[in-house]
């Protein structure tokens, strides 16, 4: 079972409340999506997670796949009795892993690539380690070096087996420094897999979210958004890599949702910094997923009311004080600064846990002061 209701639109911006039902629970968006790649939320008990704030939680498809294997999961009664968690899971497709473990390796491209590099990906190239055919994606399992082959029909397969509420089609996540002709290529095909993704989808209390790329070319965003918002789709992923450039990002999800159906939740795929929250909602995003929270904490930075804070510097060593002064949360009420120093320091686990709730608590603050200032129309 899948529903979405929006409940409030905003009068001076894209801006939108709503609420989605789902077998395991509903989500009030604006939503923060926690990311959960293989069914934990990395160095967080499930609870401190929820207590943190999360409400839905992202887990990755070919992770899984991996480890320990779809059908361990299936078995267990899919991901939600596997991990122990009680509401509602997505699961991507396993289409950014077409970048990551290609051209991403390759150019050291990524969701946060910085402007200035003279890469340029063009028509009828191919990753080193990835090989893209209409069929699907052929490559080398990053844990063993074995042989791995993803097609849409199989990343279909693999989702039902584990069980999320909400999945995605599988796609091609084009990047910055592909050109136009490369970008459109792409696009086209997955426009083809999103029908064939459509065809396979046989777990019908799944709601199944297809992807719009285009990469940072307008004319194909539009494109892509009018063909895969004509689909049976219970819902839209917005995907693609737009670098540094805030900009870009806000164009292109003013093209995209230019010409989505209105009625149906988008989600932005893996995007999500501090800086980039208003923007995002503004636009019209009701979900988006984003490592930002858990990945910084297990590097020792604290996002914080006065912005990000490295509490393993030195300067932290003696300090007395709370992480962040405006945070009620239990790791700057119950700890100081140069405690979480001491732990980051002598990389204990704890240090990585309390930054994690730290963060993510911090996160989705953020995202209900916003949903608090829709509601009130002052966005």
């Not at 992202?58 to 509401?87: C, Q, R, S, Y």
């Not at 390796?105 to 209409?134: A, F």
Request: glycine share 10%.
């Amino acid at each position: 079972m899948f529903k979405f209701l929006i409940t409030k639109k905003s009068k001076k911006s894209r801006a939108r409340l709503g609420v989605m039902e789902t077998d395991h629970g509903s989500i009030q968006t604006p939503c923060l999506v926690t990311v959960a790649t293989q069914g934990t939320v990395k160095a967080l008990p499930h609870r401190l997670a929820k207590e943190a704030g999360t409400s839905l939680i992202i887990a990755n498809t070919l992770h899984l796949h991996l480890k320990p294997g779809e059908e361990v999961v299936k078995k267990a009664g899919g991901l939600h009795k596997f991990m122990g968690w009680d509401g509602p899971i997505m699961t991507d497709s396993g289409g950014y892993q077409v970048l990551s473990l290609g051209f991403g390796r390759d150019h050291g491209i990524s969701k946060v690539m910085r402007h200035g590099s003279d890469v340029t990906i063009k028509s009828g190239q191919q990753p080193r380690g990835v090989k893209i055919t209409e069929e699907g994606v052929a490559f080398r399992s990053p844990d063993d070096g074995s042989r791995l082959f993803l097609s849409p029909e199989e990343s279909i397969h693999i989702q039902e087996h584990i069980g999320a509420d909400m999945i995605f089609a599988f796609d091609e996540c084009t990047s910055t420094p592909a050109d136009k002709e490369y970008t459109r290529l792409s696009m086209e095909r997955t426009h083809r897999w999103a029908d064939r993704c459509l065809a396979a989808h046989g777990r019908r209390r799944q709601a199944l979210f297809g992807i719009v790329q285009g990469g940072r070319f307008e004319d194909l965003r539009r494109q892509s958004a009018r063909f895969i918002g004509a689909r049976p789709f219970a819902g839209f992923g917005i995907g693609g890599e737009f670098g540094s450039d805030k900009k870009l990002m806000a164009d292109v999800l003013r093209w995209t949702i230019d010409e989505l159906p209105d009625a149906k939740p988008r989600h932005l795929l893996g995007i999500g910094h501090p800086d980039d929250l208003l923007t995002i909602i503004k636009e019209g995003v009701d979900t988006f997923d984003c490592t930002a929270p858990t990945h910084y904490a297990r590097t020792g930075t604290a996002f914080t009311s006065s912005g990000r804070v490295n509490i393993g510097n030195a300067v932290f060593k003696n300090d007395p004080g709370p992480l962040d002064r405006k945070c009620g949360c239990f790791v700057c009420t119950e700890h100081s600064r140069r405690y979480l120093h001491h732990l980051t320091r002598a990389k204990e686990i704890l240090g990585m846990t309390l930054l994690t709730f730290h963060n993510l608590n911090f996160f989705h603050a953020e995202v209900a002061r916003i949903r608090r200032d829709i509601r009130a129309g002052k966005v």
